[in-house]
């Protein structure tokens, strides 16, 4: 199980979204690794629409783990896309990011338009590890084995190749409960069932 979580050749980012089964990986990426080369970048895309205990989750994840998880928002710069550098103290609560792109496009995303995601968080990371020169690279996504079926494969949005270790370690809900219910600090939000 612990070489699924070993890193593969080239470029890595890790997308850490705040919650339970992604900070699983991490952790498991961490453990099979140690320190992080430079080619692997932690990145968090905050949409200012998390909730502030995400927020200090992901923060003390980083500070017990010693990671340094980068938090990027969406940003327009001279008409364009772009991102911005954040950190715990000075990341949007109050859905700014979100109401840029809303403002921008004229529109609410919705079930048929989910330029949200697409924007706030893929794009808005891509743009983010491109001024690193990135042209492709591996996406760690914390899609477990019991989810597989949201496994993509080839390349995703143009830019880079998913990569699953906790599909190949077939790591489940259950593994993801168990560890959390061993550590010392938690994520201090309701567990939905069958979400973590």
């Not at 008409?79 to 954040?86: E, G």
């Not at 715990?88 to 809303?102: M, Q, T, V």
């Not at 330029?115 to 477990?144: D, E, H, M, P």
Request: glycine residues 8%.
């Amino acid at each position: 199980m612990g070489r699924a979580y070993k890193l593969p050749e080239g470029n890595i980012q890790i997308s850490f979204s705040g919650g339970r089964t992604s900070a699983f990986m991490l952790h498991k990426i961490l453990e099979s690794n140690g320190n992080l080369p430079d080619r692997v970048k932690v990145v968090f895309t905050n949409t200012g629409k998390e909730m502030t205990e995400t927020l200090d989750f992901i923060q003390e994840c980083s500070h017990r783990w010693n990671v340094p998880v980068v938090w990027v928002e969406y940003e327009e710069i001279e008409t364009k896309n772009s991102y911005k550098i954040v950190n715990h103290n000075s990341a949007s609560r109050n859905g700014e990011p979100f109401e840029k792109i809303i403002k921008r496009y004229g529109r609410l995303p919705n079930a048929l338009q989910r330029f949200c995601t697409g924007i706030l968080k893929v794009q808005t990371g891509a743009k983010y590890l491109q001024s690193f020169k990135w042209k492709y690279w591996k996406n760690a996504t914390g899609i477990r084995f019991d989810e597989k079926r949201r496994q993509k494969d080839g390349l995703i949005n143009n830019w880079y190749y998913g990569w699953y270790p906790m599909i190949a370690a077939e790591h489940t809900i259950d593994d993801v409960e168990s560890f959390w219910s061993k550590q010392s600090f938690k994520l201090n939000l309701p567990i939905v069932k069958g979400k973590l």
